[in-house]
């Protein structure tokens, strides 16, 4: 999938006007009926089926919060099936919309930009439930998960399960990121897929809970681990591809402690500065080909490179810099290049400069829980996005290495840090 880009100068970009804000469309049955066909034979390859827990508590035409993993293409295919023929809305990022917002509106998305605080998509979906009498379909962790376990969760979640005011259903899906993961260019397996749709809590319920409480909750739902499960239910994964740019998660040797110097290809990662090789198996272990194995799990080695992210904010020696050509994001007609610039993180959060000057753009560690960052983001390119309500700014690194999987990281661990701090002030 490639999305629309277009070149224009940093202040023509500033100087078009402000999108216009569109109440959310319920989806009539002409495009129910339409994404259910097309979706079709995409779940008849996987041999896709669907357990349902608990939903004869849901009534015919009552509308609820779907809150479902993600983890590829195939999770739209799978809502467009299960549901049908109730209606829904979906959220969805702002890029998705790029050149074909009209379709995006009618089959029911709403748009919104990924991990920047927005209160207008909070009416939107609340206007959904109330006065369209659709269901809102969420993916809560906003973005594809890297090493196949669940992403950070938001703490406002809770909350806002609260201020909705309608019953909540969990959509668990089990296959779909092992038949195709974002790390390996979404090339796909020989997986099949499966998935669960549970009756989670009903209003009476969630009108007893505190917001903790039901945070709580939704974290257990989220607690999963797509590795361990293709192990666990021996999965074989054969294709010869499948550690292919699996240095996108691992970028780090744990036995040099090298970063952006590991390459997956093929069945093999190795480390270029040490000459370090794992094998990726048929089940999902990583093996070393000689001498010890420090990770056999690509999850464990992947929190490992979390506690380093961390030491290195604890020891104040955390920082990311590099060259970057720049994309902007201000409506959902284009996504405009604006030329190079720098992106720098750090303690103090990102910082973004470009277009001869004009561009210097700040954003502080307690802006965000976490980081918009993607691989071969509409096979254009890794990215870090970073911004605001007026405007994205998409920045794909120049310099060579593996570095959006621990920009995310740090994000994450620089937010975490800032709320300690606050909570014990």
């Given at each position: 999938m490639k999305i629309k880009i277009t070149p224009k100068k940093?202040?023509?970009?500033?100087a078009l006007p402000p999108e216009k804000h569109l109440r959310p469309k319920k989806p009539n049955i002409f495009f129910r009926t339409l994404l259910k066909l097309v979706s079709i034979p995409g779940l008849m390859g996987v041999n896709f089926k669907c357990t349902k827990i608990g939903m004869e508590e849901l009534g015919k035409k009552e509308p609820c919060l779907y809150l479902m993993n993600h983890s590829s293409f195939i999770d739209l295919e799978i809502v467009a099936s299960i549901l049908y023929p109730r209606p829904f809305n979906i959220v969805a990022t702002t890029d998705s919309f790029v050149g074909k917002s009209w379709l995006m509106r009618q089959i029911g998305c709403i748009p919104t930009k990924k991990f920047v605080f927005d209160i207008g998509l909070v009416r939107d979906m609340t206007h959904t439930v109330r006065k369209l009498g659709s269901?809102?379909?969420?993916?809560?962790?906003?973005?594809?998960?890297?090493?196949?376990?669940?992403?950070?969760?938001?703490?406002?979640?809770?909350?806002?399960v609260k201020l909705l005011d309608v019953p909540v259903v969990m959509i668990r899906t089990y296959g779909a990121f092992t038949r195709q993961p974002l790390y390996n260019d979404l090339k796909k397996r020989k997986v099949d897929v499966s998935a669960d749709m549970k009756y989670l809590l009903s209003r009476d319920e969630i009108k007893k809970m505190s917001a903790e409480e039901i945070n709580d909750i939704l974290a257990a739902e989220f607690n999963f681990d797509n590795f361990r499960w293709q192990q666990e239910n021996k999965i074989k994964i054969d294709e010869p591809y499948r550690a292919d740019l699996l240095n996108?998660?691992?970028?780090?040797?744990?036995h040099c402690n090298r970063e952006g110097k590991t390459l997956g290809k093929g069945i093999s990662l190795?480390?270029?500065?040490?000459g370090k090789v794992y094998e990726l198996d048929e089940y999902g272990f990583l093996k070393a080909t000689?001498?010890?194995?420090?990770?056999?799990?690509?999850?464990?080695?992947?929190?490992?490179?979390?506690?380093?992210?961390?030491?290195?904010?604890?020891?104040?020696?955390?920082?990311?810099?590099?060259?970057?050509?720049?994309?902007?994001?201000?409506?959902?007609?284009?996504?405009?290049y604006i030329g190079k610039?720098?992106?720098?993180?750090?303690?103090?959060?990102?910082?973004?400069?470009?277009?001869?000057?004009?561009?210097?753009y700040k954003q502080n560690p307690q802006a965000t829980y976490s980081l918009?960052?993607?691989?071969?983001?509409?096979?254009v390119g890794d990215i870090i996005c970073i911004g605001n309500q007026k405007a994205l700014y998409y920045c794909f690194p120049e310099t060579e290495g593996d570095f959006v999987a621990k920009v995310r990281l740090a994000t994450e661990e620089l937010y975490n840090i800032y709320k300690i701090e606050k909570n014990k002030g």
């Open positions: 940093y202040e023509d970009v500033l269901s809102v379909v969420m993916y809560p962790e906003a973005s594809y998960s890297f090493d196949g376990t669940a992403t950070t969760l938001p703490d406002s979640l809770g909350k806002f996108r998660v691992l970028y780090k040797c744990p190795t480390c270029s500065a040490c000689e001498g010890d194995t420090k990770f056999d799990h690509i999850p464990d080695w992947f929190a490992w490179e979390r506690e380093c992210v961390r030491k290195e904010i604890e020891d104040g020696t955390y920082s990311f810099e590099a060259p970057v050509r720049i994309c902007m994001g201000v409506d959902l007609k284009k996504i405009y610039g720098r992106l720098t993180h750090s303690k103090d959060g990102f910082h973004l400069t470009g277009a001869g000057g004009k561009l210097d918009y960052s993607d691989f071969n983001w509409y096979e």
